[in-house]
């Protein structure tokens, strides 16, 4: 797996050898990035489920300020910090051990852009967006990137989270929201 553009442009990145990860696929990461490229400059993105951290090095590479990753599976968090090293991204990055409930509560900076790539059929992305609602974490205007399975079909809105966009590709279904302070019904 490689950086797709930016500044590592072509980056190999460490994946495990077995399938206990399943990172964002190119052409999907493609898309996604294609969809943010207004957001993405100077952002303070988070990657929750890093796995990798592909989501949040390619921001970085695309001029995000600041990335956070996080990651239950101390695995994942090895991978993460590798990779974070190979691009030499230590000061842009923050890299918690933890699962995303903790995450979201231990992140004290505003995010522009929350990455979500939870487990498939783990049943967690609706109480990942309701509890990204309520944080605060987001400020008006924050973008919730989250990827799923083409089957799981999401609400419109999460509280005060609205979805924007929605796509599919192959197997996978990307769900692009936007915290809005008064969603209209």
Known sequence: MRIIAGEFKGRKLVVPRDESVRPTAEKVREAVFSMLQMYIPDAVVVDLFAGTGSLGLEALSRGARTAYFADRDRQSIAMVRENVRLCGMEERSVILCADYTSAINRIHDKADIVFLDPPYRAGLMEDCLSRLAESGLLPEGGIV???HGREEILPDDVDCLHRIRDRKYGKVRVSVY??????LK
């Open 145 to 147: 990137v989250a990827e």
């Open 178 to 183: 936007e915290k809005q302070e008064e969603i």
